[in-house]
């Protein structure tokens, strides 16, 4: 199973659009996929327009088992939902004497042989659940968006994986996702270039700016379900090629 981070410090910047369209082009595709949300906002159940009664932490705090925790969104598409309740989870996490950090890992693995992809999302900031994800998955992707400046931001986002495997050989930064790509604007292809210069094996073609995106969440539907035809789908359908040939 590939264990795939969405991740990065700063907020949106298009994580939780890029988890939930990322698992779900995956799983049209045939994979089997669990997505997991690991943010308070619970945003990515709402943006598939399914309403779980558990999820994440309930599943982590062995309070229901998988079957009651993880839920069906599409076909080959399964989803531990995130919300609220995440804080008591954080709280648990951090009080543990040791191991604290290997939770979300310990409580993940029997799930191991059931997917083909496990694909996180993450809410901006450093928390011990955080650090939870980065300790369990092995291939962390970072959206960044062309908007504002943030190359500072991932450089730094870059040194605290860099702290992490030291504990954790296997995690490692492996994909650059530009997003909010606007042609128009001379700022956009400034920091693109940026980005080339200190990114070069990790940069991923960019997912522009593309209304469709932000709309498709409001009716619970995936990019690909709301609008396939627009650049949206074509840029996220670009992705899931690029990650499904591992380059
Ligand atoms: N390429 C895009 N074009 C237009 N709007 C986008 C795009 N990507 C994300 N959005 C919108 O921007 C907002 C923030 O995105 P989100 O994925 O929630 O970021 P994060 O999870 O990093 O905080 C959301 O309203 C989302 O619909
Ligand atoms: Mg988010």
């Known amino acids: 199973m590939r264990k795939i981070a969405i991740a990065l410090t700063k907020g949106g910047t298009g994580k939780s659009t890029t988890a ?4 779900a082009g995956l799983a049209a595709a045939g994979r089997r996929v669990l997505l997991i949300d690991t943010d308070t906002q619970g945003q990515d159940s709402l943006m598939l327009g ?34 609220h309740t995440l804080a008591g989870l954080k709280r648990t996490i951090a009080l543990k004497e040791f191991g604290g950090e290997k939770v979300l890992a310990e409580a993940l693995a029997p799930l191991e042989d059931l997917y083909d992809y496990a694909i996180l999302d993450t809410s901006p900031g450093w928390d ?3 650090v939870n994800v980065l300790f369990y998955a092995e291939e962390i992707l970072a959206p960044v968006s062309l908007e504002v400046l943030s190359l500072q931001g991932l450089i730094e986002f870059e040194q605290r994986i860099e702290d992490i495997q030291k504990y954790h050989a296997r995690v490692a930064l492996e994909y650059v996702l530009p997003t909010f790509m606007d042609g128009r604007v001379r700022k956009s292809s400034e920091i693109l270039e940026q980005l080339r210069t200190h990114y070069r094996r990790q940069l991923c073609d960019p997912i522009r700016y593309n209304v469709r995106i932000s709309e498709a969440p409001g009716f619970g539907r995936t990019v690909f379900e709301f609008a396939p035809r627009s650049a949206g789908a074509q840029d996220y359908g670009k992705l899931i090629e690029r990650i499904e040939n591992g380059a």
């Open 20 to 23: 939930v369209n990322l698992a």
């Open 128 to 130: 011990p659940l955080t």
């Open 50 to 83: 399914v309403r779980p009664q558990t999820g994440l932490a309930q599943f982590v705090e062995q309070e229901v088992g998988a079957d009651e925790a993880v839920v069906g969104a599409r076909e080959n598409l399964h989803l531990l939902a995130g919300d």
